[in-house]
Nanobody, 120 residues
């Protein structure tokens, strides 16, 4: 059974940094794409990053500020978020699928999310 558990969310001031973690289990880490999504209050869920086969893509809204990384031995995926803005406030989700989906499409497996709040 594929399981994804996010952690590391919290309250941070604008301009600050936060690192989210995603503990993965139940699948072969090398065979899956791992993505990060977020959903702000009143808005649709959006994909912000996806990593597979050594390649990583980022949404324009986070490019240059967020970095995805992984520790395969620990089956952990991380999202380093720098220069945070109030508009980054959202619930952040880790997701997995066989491939990175096209823009606007969701992945098959999801964690429950972790809340990030960026204050002025």
């Amino acid at each position: 059974e594929v399981q994804l558990v996010e952690s590391g969310g919290g309250l941070v001031q604008a301009g600050g940094s936060l690192r989210l973690s995603c503990a993965a289990s139940g699948f072969n880490f090398d065979d899956y794409a791992i993505g990060w999504y977020r959903q702000a209050p009143g808005k649709e869920r959006e994909g912000i990053s996806c990593s597979a086969d050594g390649r990583t893509i980022y949404a324009d809204s986070v490019k240059g500020r967020f970095t995805i990384s992984s520790d395969k031995a620990k089956m952990m995926v991380y999202l380093q978020m720098n220069s945070l803005k109030p508009e980054d406030t959202a619930v952040y989700y880790c997701a997995a699928d066989l491939v990175c989906p096209a823009a606007g499409f969701m992945m098959d497996y999801w964690g429950k999310g972790t809340l990030v709040t960026v204050s002025l």
